[in-house]
C-alpha cells in the first residue's frame, strides 16, 4: 500500500491544516503523526455509534451507551477545592439517572431544563441510582446520519478527540485530496473490494457498521497483498539470479555421510530429511533462500554444518552469522567438534577479534585457506572478502531483518545459497509476512532421549521452595541459570535485578557454591571468560539477564528460574527454558510471578501445558497480538495500520491467492495496471523490506 494520494501533499506537515499551530504539532507527534499521510492513516481505535439508543431502563452498569433524554431538573453547580460539580437528571418514559460533570461548568449553558438530547457515556452504578460521569451529548435534532458514527483515536495529554476529527475531516475536505488507488481493478473485482477512496474516507467518517466492515476489509486486504506480493517479487527473481550451482555427487555425499557416521548420535528423521532438500537446493542454478525453523533443541546447528561442510566439499566457502558474540564462539566450539575428521578450516570473525588474527583470517578467506567463518554482524563489513563463497548462514532471523539478509548476499555476481535459522519458531501467518522470500523447512523431531521440561509457576511465597530445588539439583550434580529482567535496581519498579538477586544466593544462600553474574554491560571478554568458566563446570548458579537467551546451552544445566516472568514474552520464555534439557538428564523451569493479572497468569499456564515451541508461538500470537510478538521495527515487521495477523488469517489467505493469480497472469509484471503494485509496495515497505535496487 502507498501512502495512498497525492504524494506532494501527503508529505506537508499537519500545519497547513486549519487550527494545527506549531504547539499542537508537536502534540500530534507523540502519536507519530508528522505529515499528512501519517494522520491519514492514524487509524481510529473504536467508533461512538449515536446511532443506537437505549432506553435509560435498559441501561447496564459498566456499559457505554447513547441514550436520549430529557433534562429534567435544573443543572446544579457545586465546588470542593478547585473541583466542580455540576449535575442534573435525565428522564426517559422508561426511568431516570443522575448526570455529573467534572470541572466542566460551561456545561450548564448548553443544557436547558425540559428539552431532549442525545447522550453518551458510561454507566455507573450509586446504591440505587443510575449514574453517568462526564457524558458527551447533542441537541436531539441533530442524531441524523452525518455524525451518527463518531471515530475514537488513540490520544495523548493535551489531545482531545474533536482535535483530531477536525484535523482528519479538514484533510479529507481539501479540494486537492483524492485517494489514489494502488489495486489493479482485477483484484479488487476478484475481492469484492471497496475503492481506496472510499475506504479511506469511510474508515474515518462510516455512515453506518457496514461502512467500516467495508473499508477495514480493503485497506487489511491491501496491507497484506502489497507486502506478500513485493516479497514473491523478491522471490521469484531469484530465478534470473546466478546461484553457485554444485554437482553434490555421489563423492561428496559418501563424503558427508563418513561425517555423520562419526556423530556421537544419530540425526533424527527431521534432520535427514532438511539436509537433503538443503543439498537439492545446492544443485540448482538459482540461489536457495530458506528458512530452517525448529525448537530449541532440535538440531538445527548441526544441519547447517553438515550444509556448509557440503558446499566446502564442492569447492565453495561457507559462513554463518549470529546475532552475539557469545553465541558466535559457542558455534564455533560446536562446529570445531561436527567437523572434526573433515579438513575444514574454521574461522571466527567478531567485533573483539585481535587485529592479528583478524589480519589473519581476511587474508585466509581471500587465499580460501579458511573455508568456514562463524562470526557477528563483523562479517558484514565491506573489507571482509570472500574467494568464492557459496553458503550462507544466518541464525535467530529475526533479529536482522530482511535488508541485512540481503547484505551477506549482495556481493559479487554469484549470489551464493542462503539459509535462514530460527529457534524462535513463528505461526504460518506471520512467517508469510516475515519471511515471503524464502522457502520454509520445519524441524520438529527433537533428538531421542531428551525428557520433557517439567514447567511450573510460583510466586515469591514459595522462595524457600525455589531454594531449596535449587539445592537439590546442584546436589546432583545439576547447574541452574536464573534469569532476571533488569541489571540493577531501580527503584521504579519492584524488580528481580540480577545484581541484587547474585548477592542474596552468593552471600545468603549458597556461600559455599559458585555464583556467577552476566548481563549485557559486561565486555565481550568478561562474558566470554564466564561462559568458559560455567562449561568447564567452575561456576554452578548463573544469575543472568536476557543474554543467555539464545543458543547458550551446558548438559548439565537442568534447572531455570525466571524472576517476574510477566515481564517476558511467551516465546521468549520458551526460548529461555531452551537452556536447560539438553541431555537425558531430567530438567525443570520455575516462572516466578506475584502478576494477578488474568492474561498474565492464562501466558504462564500456556508454558506450563505446551512444550513445542510451535504451539507456544500459536498461543503467543493469539494472547498478545502480532506488534508484541516480537519488536516490530527491530525485526523487520511491517508497520500494519489496520490488518492483524491473527484476526485476519482468512485475509492473508486470500491475499496470497491473488498474489499468486497476478504472477500467474503477469509475471513480468508488464500491464500498466500491475506496474502500481511494486510502486505502492516500495512506497510505503521499500525501505524495511526491499532489495536494494528493487
Same mark, same amino acid.
Given at each position: 500500500m502507498s501512502d495512498g494520494p497525492d504524494r506532494s501533499l501527503l508529505d506537508k506537515p499537519l500545519t497547513v491544516l486549519p487550527g494545527i499551530s506549531d504547539k499542537r504539532q508537536k502534540l500530534f507527534s507523540k502519536l507519530g503523526v508528522d505529515r499528512l499521510a501519517d494522520l491519514l492513516w492514524l487509524m481510529p481505535r473504536a467508533y461512538e455509534d449515536w446511532m443506537e439508543r437505549l432506553p435509560i431502563g435498559d441501561l447496564v452498569p459498566g456499559q457505554t451507551a447513547t441514550f436520549q433524554a430529557r433534562v429534567q431538573t435544573l443543572p446544579s453547580l457545586s465546588r470542593r477545592g478547585r473541583l466542580t460539580y455540576l449535575r442534573t437528571r435525565l428522564s426517559d418514559d422508561s426511568g431516570s439517572l443522575e448526570a455529573i460533570w467534572f470541572n466542566q461548568a460551561w456545561v450548564a449553558d448548553r443544557l436547558q431544563r425540559g428539552q431532549?438530547?442525545?447522550?453518551?457515556?458510561?454507566?455507573?452504578?450509586?446504591?440505587?441510582?443510575?449514574? #453517568?460521569?462526564?457524558?458527551?451529548?447533542?441537541?436531539?435534532?441533530?442524531?441524523?446520519?452525518?455524525?451518527?458514527?463518531?471515530?475514537?483515536?488513540?490520544? #495523548?495529554?493535551?489531545?482531545?478527540?474533536?482535535?483530531?476529527?477536525?484535523?482528519?475531516?479538514?484533510?479529507?475536505?481539501?479540494?486537492?485530496?483524492?485517494?489514489?488507488?494502488?489495486?489493479? @481493478?482485477?483484484?479488487?473485482?476478484?475481492?469484492?473490494? @471497496?475503492?481506496?477512496?472510499?475506504?479511506?474516507?469511510?474508515?474515518h467518517f462510516p455512515s453506518c457498521p457496514r461502512d467500516v466492515e467495508l473499508a477495514r476489509r480493503r485497506l487489511a486486504f491491501e496491507e497484506l497483498f502489497l507486502v506478500l506480493?513485493?516479497?514473491?517479487?523478491?522471490?521469484?527473481?531469484?530465478?534470473?539470479? *546466478?546461484?553457485?550451482?554444485?554437482?553434490?555427487?555421489?563423492?561428496?555425499?559418501?563424503?558427508?555421510q563418513g561425517l555423520i557416521d562419526r556423530l556421537p548420535f544419530q540425526l533424527t528423521g527431521s534432520q535427514t530429511g532438511v539436509l537433503q532438500v538443503i543439498l537439492d537446493d545446492f544443485r540448482k542454478q538459482e540461489p536457495a533462500n530458506r528458512l530452517i525453523q525448529g525448537d530449541v533443541g532440535s538440531g538445527k546447528t548441526?544441519?547447517?554444518?553438515? @550444509?556448509?561442510?557440503?558446499?566446502?566439499?564442492?569447492?565453495?566457502?561457507?559462513?554463518?552469522?549470529?546475532?552475539?558474540?557469545?553465541?558466535?564462539? $559457542?558455534?564455533?566450539?560446536? !562446529? #570445531?567438534?561436527?567437523?572434526?575428521?573433515?579438513?575444514?578450516?574454521?574461522?571466527?570473525?567478531?567485533?573483539?577479534?585481535?587485529?592479528?588474527?583478524?589480519?589473519?583470517?581476511?587474508?585466509?578467506?581471500?587465499?580460501?585457506?579458511?573455508?568456514?567463518?562463524?562470526?557477528?554482524?563483523?562479517?558484514?563489513?565491506?573489507?571482509?572478502?570472500?574467494?568464492?563463497l557459496g553458503c550462507c548462514v544466518t541464525d535467530e532471523q529475526h533479529r536482522f531483518g530482511v535488508r541485512q539478509r540481503v547484505s551477506l548476499t549482495g556481493r559479487g555476481q554469484v549470489v551464493p545459497h542462503v539459509l535462514v535459522m530460527s529457534a524462535t519458531p513463528i505461526?504460518?501467518?506471520?512467517?508469510?509476512?516475515?519471511?515471503?522470500?524464502?522457502? !520454509?523447512?520445519?524441524?520438529?523431531?527433537?533428538?531421542?532421549?531428551?525428557? @520433557?521440561?517439567?514447567?511450573?509457576?510460583?510466586?515469591?511465597?514459595?522462595?524457600?521452595?525455589?531454594?531449596?530445588?535449587?539445592?537439590? $539439583? !546442584?546436589?546432583?550434580?545439576?547447574?541452574?541459570?536464573?534469569?532476571?529482567?533488569?541489571?540493577?535496581?531501580?527503584?521504579?519498579?519492584?524488580?528481580?535485578?540480577?545484581?541484587?538477586?547474585? *548477592?542474596?544466593?552468593? $552471600?545468603?544462600?549458597?556461600?559455599?557454591?559458585?555464583?556467577? !553474574?552476566?548481563?549485557?554491560?559486561?565486555?565481550?571478554?568478561?562474558?566470554?571468560?564466564?561462559?568458559?568458566?560455567?562449561?568447564?563446570?567452575?561456576?554452578?548458579?548463573?544469575?543472568?539477564?536476557?543474554?543467555?537467551?539464545?543458543?547458550?546451552?551446558?548438559?548439565?544445566?537442568?534447572?531455570?528460574?525466571?524472576?517476574?516472568?510477566?515481564?517476558?514474552?511467551?516465546?521468549?520464555?520458551?526460548?529461555?527454558?531452551?537452556?536447560?534439557?539438553?541431555?537425558?538428564? $531430567?530438567?525443570?523451569?520455575?516462572?516466578?510471578?506475584?502478576?494477578?493479572?488474568?492474561?498474565?497468569?492464562?501466558?504462564?499456564?500456556?508454558?506450563?501445558?505446551?512444550?513445542?515451541?510451535f504451539d507456544v508461538a500459536d498461543e503467543d500470537l493469539r494472547l498478545r497480538g502480532p506488534g508484541d510478538f516480537f519488536g516490530v521495527a527491530q525485526h523487520g515487521l511491517p508497520d500494519f495500520k489496520v490488518a492483524n495477523l491473527y484476526q485476519d488469517t482468512p485475509l492473508l489467505h486470500e491475499a496470497a491467492a491473488a498474489c499468486d493469480r497476478i504472477l500467474g497472469e503477469d509475471p513480468g509484471l508488464e500491464k500498466h495496471e500491475n506496474q502500481v503494485i511494486m510502486e505502492a509496495f516500495r512506497a510505503r515497505y521499500g525501505e524495511r523490506l526491499a532489495r536494494p535496487g528493487l
Open positions: 431532549t438530547y442525545l447522550f453518551r457515556g458510561k454507566i455507573d452504578q450509586a446504591g440505587r441510582t443510575k449514574r #453517568t460521569a462526564n457524558p458527551d451529548f447533542r441537541p436531539a435534532d441533530r442524531g441524523g446520519e452525518a455524525d451518527a458514527y463518531l471515530p475514537v483515536y488513540p490520544l #495523548t495529554a493535551g489531545l482531545y478527540q474533536s482535535n483530531i476529527r477536525q484535523a482528519v475531516r479538514a484533510l479529507l475536505d481539501r479540494r486537492d485530496f483524492q485517494a489514489e488507488e494502488t489495486l489493479p @481493478a482485477s483484484v479488487r473485482a476478484w475481492g469484492k473490494l @471497496a475503492a481506496a477512496d472510499f475506504a479511506l474516507r469511510r474508515i506480493f513485493g516479497l514473491r517479487a523478491l522471490k521469484s527473481g531469484r530465478s534470473k539470479e *546466478e546461484g553457485p550451482r554444485m554437482e553434490v555427487g555421489s563423492q561428496t555425499e559418501k563424503w558427508l548441526l544441519v547447517a554444518a553438515l @550444509a556448509m561442510a557440503t558446499a566446502c566439499k564442492e569447492g565453495y566457502q561457507s559462513v554463518l552469522m549470529a546475532p552475539t558474540t557469545i553465541l558466535a564462539g $559457542q558455534h564455533a566450539r560446536t !562446529l #570445531t567438534g561436527f567437523l572434526e575428521g573433515s579438513g575444514l578450516s574454521i574461522g571466527l570473525l567478531t567485533g573483539a577479534t585481535p587485529a592479528a588474527e583478524r589480519r589473519r583470517i581476511l587474508k585466509g578467506l581471500k587465499e580460501q585457506t579458511i573455508q568456514i567463518l562463524i562470526g557477528t554482524h563483523a562479517v558484514l563489513e565491506e573489507s571482509v572478502v570472500f574467494a568464492r505461526p504460518r501467518t506471520l512467517a508469510m509476512i516475515l519471511y515471503g522470500d524464502l522457502d !520454509l523447512s520445519d524441524i520438529r523431531e527433537m533428538p531421542k532421549g531428551r525428557l @520433557a521440561i517439567k514447567t511450573y509457576t510460583a510466586t515469591q511465597a514459595d522462595r524457600p521452595r525455589i531454594d531449596g530445588m535449587i539445592r537439590r $539439583q !546442584l546436589e546432583e550434580g545439576g547447574k541452574v541459570y536464573i534469569v532476571c529482567p533488569v541489571i540493577e535496581d531501580s527503584g521504579e519498579l519492584p524488580l528481580a535485578s540480577a545484581q541484587a538477586v547474585h *548477592e542474596r544466593l552468593s $552471600q545468603e544462600v549458597f556461600p559455599d557454591w559458585k555464583v556467577a !553474574l552476566m548481563h549485557g554491560r559486561l565486555k565481550a571478554g568478561e562474558k566470554a571468560a564466564v561462559m568458559e568458566a560455567f562449561h568447564a563446570g567452575e561456576i554452578h548458579i548463573l544469575v543472568s539477564t536476557t543474554v543467555i537467551e539464545v543458543g547458550i546451552d551446558h548438559p548439565d544445566a537442568s534447572l531455570l528460574v525466571v524472576e517476574n516472568a510477566e515481564r517476558f514474552g511467551l516465546s521468549q520464555l520458551h526460548q529461555l527454558r531452551g537452556r536447560v534439557g539438553r541431555s537425558d538428564r $531430567q530438567s525443570y523451569c520455575l516462572l516466578v510471578s506475584d502478576s494477578q493479572d488474568p492474561l498474565v497468569r492464562e501466558r504462564l499456564r500456556v508454558l506450563c501445558r505446551q512444550g513445542s515451541g
